[in-house]
């Protein structure tokens, strides 16, 4: 397992300073790439070969997000971020090496936040990783900001302060990402919105390549709160629908 000799101060004043990336990845060409990408960003790396590596390097070093490959030696991907997950929130950019939408579906049902399919490029994976580090610090904004009440539309609503979604009076737990997308959503409500401007919205992504991300998502959250609640314009975008006054 490889670490930077960079001392950590907790602090981070802009994103990639001091933060901790763990790097999970079976091969040694794309570890090192990863790796040698994200120490030029300006991050704290260390790197795991297998599952029960990751989640013991995972409850030793705290890191602020995980990059994952599903597959991989001693036990999967998937079994990793469920294991990390149960023990504390923290944000996963999955890797996966088919572009098989059933392996992005469940890794964002076990608590992925994004996914990458190999072969991608550096830079791309290193403004995910900005992205999703942005994401979180908005959310801890937002839990100390209160906003007034709560959303209701109908039989869901969502709690900004809490940044809870509940569904016919029962909590939805919903990965960071799908909660940012629903709240996109829900501000214009009816409204259609493109996959591009969702894209931008939630992700700070204005590539048009990281559209089926989006389907991905919004695959994940339809199983969620519900297939009907969000309607699919073709060719265009996603509504979230409501109840007719």
Not at 83 to 102: G, K
Not at 213 to 237: F, N, P, Q
Request: hydrophobic share 45%; aromatic share 4%.
């Amino acid at each position: 397992m490889e670490q930077t000799h960079t001392s950590h101060n907790g602090a981070a004043a802009t994103p990639g300073a001091q933060r901790r990336v763990l790097v999970v990845e079976d091969d040694p060409t794309i570890v090192d790439a990863i790796a040698a990408r994200l120490r030029a960003e300006g991050f704290l790396v260390q790197t795991a070969g297998d599952g029960p590596s990751a989640v013991d390097t995972a409850e030793a070093w705290q890191p602020d997000l995980l990059i994952l490959d599903i597959m991989l030696p001693g036990f999967d991907g998937l079994e990793v971020c469920r294991r990390v997950q149960a023990a504390r929130p923290v944000p996963v950019l999955m890797l996966t090496a088919r572009d098989d939408e059933t392996d992005m579906l469940v890794g964002l049902g076990v608590g992925a936040d994004d996914y990458m399919t190999k072969p991608f490029s550096m830079r791309e994976l290193a403004a995910r990783v900005h992205v999703l580090l942005r994401r979180v610090e908005r959310a801890a904004l937002a839990a100390s900001t209160p906003r007034s009440g709560i959303l209701r539309l109908g039989e869901l609503e969502i709690d900004h302060a809490q940044r809870r979604v509940r569904v016919r009076s029962e909590d939805v737990h919903l990965t960071p990402t799908e909660f940012d997308l629903l709240v996109c959503l829900a501000n214009t409500p009816r409204a259609v919105l493109s996959r591009e401007q969702l894209l931008a919205e939630v992700w700070d992504w204005a590539d048009a390549s990281g559209t089926r991300t989006v389907d991905s998502h919004i695959k994940a959250l339809r199983r969620k709160i519900g297939a009907e609640r969000i309607r699919t314009v073709h060719g265009v975008g996603y509504a979230l629908e409501t109840p007719t006054p």
